[in-house]
């Protein structure tokens, strides 16, 4: 069974002060790994795909970065905008993908 | 352009009732998924839809439950005899093909049991 563990569950940050999110997944032949951030009350949008180990994708402040285990998200001096909750998920070619729980992420000013 | 839509934004129904949940996807979009989101819970994948078929019903959680696709557009998420343990956000996304994972989502339909 396909498994995706997010840590930390919840995260505090000074504005400016950078940190990394971390997402470990169990599966078999994995085909993708995707990041999203989902705003209070809104669906998810989407923010990278990663396909190989090795592989990194940068978008603004973040940063996300994939080996054979785990992927990160660095988030490189952060702003009270990037306050949300960011979700990784993996698929391994069944168009089915595993979501993890989330990793909440508050900056403040 | 026009994002994904979902209608009712949020329903509250009674025990027993049954519930539709409607989403609008992106025109153009083949490929339509409906996804669960329980509070502190990640996201439950249900069902998808490749044009109007849905090759993979096994992330539905009980026979309660059903969807249909028509037109290679709007679908219908529908639970008879609701449970309170359904009450949930539930999620449409849609993306240009099965296997594309730059899924834009819908706001959600909040559901309430009671």
């Known amino acids: 069974e396909d498994q995706v563990t997010q840590s930390p569950e919840a995260l505090r940050l000074q504005e400016g002060e950078s940190s990394s999110l971390n997402c470990s997944y169990t599966v078999s032949g994995l085909r993708g790994l995707f990041w999203y951030r989902q705003d209070p009350g809104k669906g998810p949008e989407f923010l990278f795909t990663?396909?190989?180990a090795g592989e990194e994708k940068e978008k603004e402040r973040l940063k996300a970065t994939l080996t054979k285990k785990e992927s990160f998200l660095h988030i490189t001096a952060p702003k009270p905008e990037d306050s949300a909750t960011y979700l990784c998920a993996v698929e391994r070619g069944s168009y089915i993908p595993t979501f993890g729980r989330g990793t909440s992420l508050i900056v403040h000013p | 352009g026009a994002g994904v839509s979902q209608s009712p934004s949020n329903k509250v129904t009674e025990k027993g009732k049954d519930v539709e949940l409607r989403c609008d996807p992106i025109s153009g979009h083949t490929a339509l998924y409906w996804y669960r989101q329980s509070l502190g819970q990640g996201l439950e994948f249900l069902i998808y839809f490749q044009g109007n078929s849905a090759p993979d019903k096994s992330g539905l959680p009980s026979d309660r439950f059903s969807a249909e696709r028509t037109g290679g557009s709007v679908s219908t998420l529908t639970i008879q005899r609701t449970q309170q343990e359904d009450s949930a956000v539930y999620l449409c996304?849609?993306?240009?093909?099965?296997?594309?994972?730059?899924?834009?989502f819908g706001p959600g339909t909040r559901l309430t049991v009671t």
């Open positions: 996304a849609s993306s240009l093909s099965q296997g594309d994972y730059e899924q834009y």
């Open positions: 990663l396909y190989s």
